[in-house]
Each structure stands twice: as C-alpha cells, then as structure tokens.
C-alpha cells in the first residue's frame, strides 16, 4: 500500500487535461490520495465535470481565490467531507493578456494589483484556511512558479514579479507554519503549453527555445511536474521546507 494512500489532498487550479494541477491529481490518485478540488465559476464547472470520471469523480466546489468568503466555505465544506486536510496545491495564476507582452515599464496599476491577488496572495488565504485542517497531520503546501522570477524572461513581465512574491511568500509561510509541522515549498516548471500559458506572447518560440537549451533536451511534461509534486508533498520530502525546486529538464542551470 501507498504511504499516501487515504490523505486528502485540496487541489486548486485544474481548468483542463492540459493543466499542471491536473497532472499533480494524475499522480496523487495513482498514490491512493482522496482528491478535492476547486473551479473557478460555473463555465470552469462543466469544464471539469467532463474530466471528473478520468480522476474517480472527486469532490469539488466552486472557489474563486480572490473571494475570501468563498475560500472559506470551500474550506470549512472539506472539513465536513473528509475531517481533515493533508495537502495544499496551489496552481492558480492569472494577468491580463495585454500585460504578458510588450514592455514591463507599460504595467497598469490594476494590471499589475490583478496578477499579484490572484497569482501570489491568493497562497495566503488558501493557507490561512487550509492550514487549520492539518493539525497533527504533518501537511504538505506547494505553489507552482516559474523561473521568470528570478530572471528575465521575454514577455513575461507583470507575471514574473508576481511569481517573485510568490517565491518569497513560499519562504515566509515556511517559517510561520513549519513550528505546527507544516511544509511550503514552490515547484519552478519549465513552460508547458497550457490555457494561461497562450497568454504569454511567443510562448511558442520559448518551448523551442528551452527544449533546444535545456541540458535533457526536452520541454517538460504535466506528468513530470505531477511526479515531483508528489515527492515533495510525501513524507520523503519531510527535510524540505520554503525551497523552490526546479522540474525544468536542467534549463535553469544554464549561463550562455
Ligand atoms: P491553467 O490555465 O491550466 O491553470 C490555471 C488555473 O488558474 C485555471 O484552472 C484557472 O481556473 C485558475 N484561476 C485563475 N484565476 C483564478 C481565480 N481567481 N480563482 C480560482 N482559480 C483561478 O494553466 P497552468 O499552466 O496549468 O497554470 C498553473 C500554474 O502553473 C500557474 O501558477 C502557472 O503560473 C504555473 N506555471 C505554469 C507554467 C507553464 O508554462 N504552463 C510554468 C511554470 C509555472
């Protein structure tokens, strides 16, 4: 049997078969962990009641990030369902399209409010309500980002500072939740073709560009980034906290 076989996983941000988050649930379910999960108004809904059967027709509920009340309900509503929560995953993220291209300097203020409520302090209300539910269950949390927080990346723009909160949230959690025994840690992915994704401006040209440049020579997979999710939530990763661990096929290693 699993040593994650019946804990519970929250999982926040499956839009489609092509998101990270659904690659993550893939590989939780193949572990025997129950799933509950999020979207993020109706249309999303019917999106996912159509993938619901692929992932053994997991609890889910209706949950904007940025409504409060909404996380809130969703968390309390887990509580009821299953007593308890083992594991957070945070694969939310959102900037006008109008802001992932173009030149950083041309940020709109609101632009600019939007990315960082939905993409970075959206990890702190998911937590301040999902944490409660991990006591004595040693939880696991894990927020996905992306190299373009820490280095240029053509395009990316308003979403690479918001991602630079978000790293740094990651290791500000870790110091306030790992005294109750709770991990937080970020999965840097490298690009993978997804609906937010085709926001970014030549997103194309960058999955040529990392597959080419990328010492294993490939783009990476929702399956991989699921499998080193998994890793990092299990008790193998019980030494690991408020890192950034990068599932990038080696790109992020390399200088000219
Ligand atoms: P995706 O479009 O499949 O997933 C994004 C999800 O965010 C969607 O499910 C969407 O419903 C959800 N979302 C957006 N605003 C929300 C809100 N207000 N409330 C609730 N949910 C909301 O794209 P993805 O690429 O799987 O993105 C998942 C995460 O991975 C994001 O944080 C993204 O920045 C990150 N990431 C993506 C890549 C990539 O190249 N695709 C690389 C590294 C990191």
């Known amino acids: 049997m699993s040593p994650m076989e019946g804990k519970v996983a929250a999982i926040f941000g499956i839009a489609n078969k092509r998101s990270i988050a659904y690659g993550i649930a893939e590989s ?11 979207y993020q108004n109706e249309r999303m ?10 992932l053994g027709n997991p609890w889910r509920q209706e949950c904007d ?31 006008k399209r109008e802001e992932l291209g ?5 940020t709109s ?27 004595g269950r040693d939880g696991s949390v894990i927020a996905m980002t992306y190299l373009g927080a820490e280095k ?7 979403m690479g500072v918001a991602k630079a909160a978000l ?5 500000y959690l870790a110091n306030d939740l790992g005294p109750k025994g709770i991990r937080v840690n970020a999965v840097s992915a490298g690009p993978i073709r997804t609906l937010s994704a085709s926001g970014v401006s030549d997103f194309i040209k960058l999955l040529d560009f990392v ?32 890192q950034t661990i990068y599932v990038d096929n080696g790109f992020s290693i390399m200088g000219i």
């Open 28 to 38: 939780l379910r193949e572990s025997g962990v129950q799933l509950a999960l999020n």
């Open 109 to 135: 203020w609101e632009g600019y409010a939007l990315a960082q409520q939905v993409s970075a302090y959206s990890l702190l209300t998911l937590c301040k309500y999902a944490t409660p539910l991990m006591t």
């Open 45 to 54: 809904g019917a999106s996912l009641d159509k993938l619901a059967e692929n």
């Open 152 to 158: 240029v990346v053509t395009n990316y723009n308003v």
């Open 65 to 95: 990030v940025t409504d409060e009340e909404a996380v809130k309900e969703f968390f309390a509503a887990i509580r009821k369902e299953f007593g308890g929560l083992d594991y957070l995953i945070h694969s939310v993220a959102f900037a």
């Open 167 to 171: 790293e740094a949230s990651v290791r």
């Open 211 to 242: 597959a080419e440049k990328s010492p294993l020579r490939r783009n990476v997979s929702t399956s991989d980034v699921g499998s080193a999710a998994r890793f990092l939530l299990s008790e193998d990763a019980r030494g690991i906290t408020g």
């Open 102 to 106: 173009g030149e950083y300097v041309d």
